[in-house]
């Protein structure tokens, strides 16, 4: 059975870090392109990192730039996002996402094809 479960999400001041954590099961990650994306309330889901799987190079939304970071460890099965710097605009469900057949995909919802539960961040004073 195919699953993605994120982990790590919470409640943080700004100005706080937080390292969100995505299990894969079911299947390998290391052949395929990763992302995250997030959805704040009232708002359309947004693209926030990417790793491709050919090179390994990040795409990475301008509002997480020089904030967030992408990764991943086979070795696990395991992708991670990294958030420094948080922000109360940071506040979302993220979602991570697997990319079967673009190996170099955007930050494009529908080059996706599986997707975790989400984990909220909640980024307050």
């Known amino acids: 059975q195919v699953k993605l479960v994120e982990s790590g999400g919470g409640l943080v001041q700004p100005g706080g870090s937080l390292r969100l954590s995505c299990v894969a099961s079911?299947?390998?990650?290391?052949?395929?392109?990763i992302a995250w994306f997030r959805q704040a309330p009232g708002k359309e889901r947004e693209g926030v990192s990417c790793m491709s799987a050919e090179d390994g190079s990040i795409v990475s939304g301008d509002s997480v730039k020089g904030r967030f970071t992408i990764s991943k460890d086979n070795a696990k099965n395991t992708m991670y996002l990294e958030m420094n710097n948080l922000k109360p605009e940071d506040t979302a469900v993220y979602y991570c996402?697997?990319?079967?057949?673009?190996?170099?995909?955007?930050?494009?919802?529908?080059?996706?094809?599986?997707w975790g539960q989400g984990t909220q961040v909640i980024v307050s004073s």
């Open positions: 079911g299947f390998p990650l290391d052949p395929y392109a």
């Open positions: 996402a697997v990319a079967l057949f673009i190996k170099t995909p955007l930050l494009r919802d529908y080059e996706y094809h599986y």
